[in-house]
């Protein structure tokens, strides 16, 4: 079932776009399933249980990491990550950054802004984001690689629409900006299961895709 799903999407995402299977709440077995039919870009968003399956699974995974990190939890994270694509504040920019400086590795990452309806203090605003990136020469041991986005939590196609340009712009916006930082500036991280048909629309690079490949997750375990 799994790995006719991954078969299905990759099948239909256009070329360019890659698939992030977000595994999160998903048991190790669950995730081979995914392995053996390809997929080697898994997601996850909880430190504790990232730093769990990364020694039980294949060594040759792209670990991304999508969720809310707190300063506390890098290195359970950073080792073993290929992209942070949830960098929601100046402040874990600025500790993976020190942590890149005492480790000796330049870290790639995705910021994410705050554009969702939704009542959260995570997140970058649009300002923000183009006053980091104005020196970004501040972050030696940072590779900002784009934006990761999430839509408001709706039915309504137009919110999600409009949210998701919003996020492009932003995109779009360092690119014109920054020409400095184009070249690596390329990944636009949006669309997940309900959503993803409309992302691929508004340009993105990258679909966070969990529940259309795992199934519903149960909260209460791993
Ligand atoms: C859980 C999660 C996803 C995947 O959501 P689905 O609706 O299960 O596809 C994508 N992005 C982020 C940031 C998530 O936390």
Same mark, same amino acid.
């Given at each position: 079932m799994i790995q006719d799903k991954i078969h299905d999407i990759v099948g239909k995402l256009p070329s360019g776009v890659k698939l992030v299977a977000v $595994?999160?709440?998903?048991?190790?077995?669950? &995730?081979?399933?995914?392995? +053996?039919?390809?997929?080697? *870009? %898994?997601?996850?968003?909880?430190?504790?249980?990232?730093?769990?399956?990364?020694?039980?699974m294949p060594s040759d995974i792209e670990w991304h990491f999508i969720g809310h990190l707190q300063t506390n939890k890098l290195k359970m994270v950073l080792p073993y990550v290929s992209l942070i694509q949830s960098v929601d504040s100046l402040r874990l920019l600025e500790a993976i950054n020190n942590w890149g400086t005492m480790n000796g590795k330049v870290l790639d990452v995705l910021l994410e802004p705050h554009v969702a309806a939704e009542e959260t203090k995570?997140?970058? $605003?649009?300002?923000?984001?183009?006053?980091? &990136?104005?020196?970004?020469? +501040?972050?030696?041991?940072? *590779? %900002?690689?784009?934006?990761?986005?999430?839509?408001?939590?709706?039915?309504?196609?137009?919110?999600?629409?409009?949210?998701?340009?919003?996020?492009?712009?932003?995109?779009?916006?360092?690119?014109r900006e920054y020409p400095v930082l184009a070249d690596?500036?390329?990944?636009?991280?949006?669309?997940?299961?309900?959503?993803?048909?409309?992302?691929?629309?508004?340009?993105?690079?990258?679909?966070?895709?969990?529940?259309?490949?795992?199934?519903?997750?149960?909260?209460?375990?791993?």
């Amino acid at each position: 079932m799994i790995q006719d799903k991954i078969h299905d999407i990759v099948g239909k995402l256009p070329s360019g776009v890659k698939l992030v299977a977000v $595994s999160k709440f998903h048991s190790v077995p669950e &995730l081979m399933e995914a392995y +053996r039919a390809g997929q080697r *870009c %898994f997601g996850e968003n909880r430190p504790q249980e990232f730093a769990m399956k990364v020694p039980e699974m294949p060594s040759d995974i792209e670990w991304h990491f999508i969720g809310h990190l707190q300063t506390n939890k890098l290195k359970m994270v950073l080792p073993y990550v290929s992209l942070i694509q949830s960098v929601d504040s100046l402040r874990l920019l600025e500790a993976i950054n020190n942590w890149g400086t005492m480790n000796g590795k330049v870290l790639d990452v995705l910021l994410e802004p705050h554009v969702a309806a939704e009542e959260t203090k995570q997140g970058f $605003s649009c300002d923000e984001i183009m006053s980091v &990136l104005s020196s970004s020469e +501040r972050y030696p041991n940072i *590779c %900002f690689k784009g934006i990761m986005g999430m839509a408001t939590f709706t039915d309504d196609e137009e919110i999600i629409c409009s949210d998701f340009s919003r996020i492009r712009e932003i995109h779009d916006a360092v690119r014109r900006e920054y020409p400095v930082l184009a070249d690596d500036f390329t990944e636009l991280s949006i669309g997940m299961s309900d959503d993803y048909p409309l992302a691929i629309k508004y340009g993105s690079t990258m679909v966070r895709i969990g529940s259309m490949i795992f199934g519903s997750r149960n909260y209460g375990v791993v």
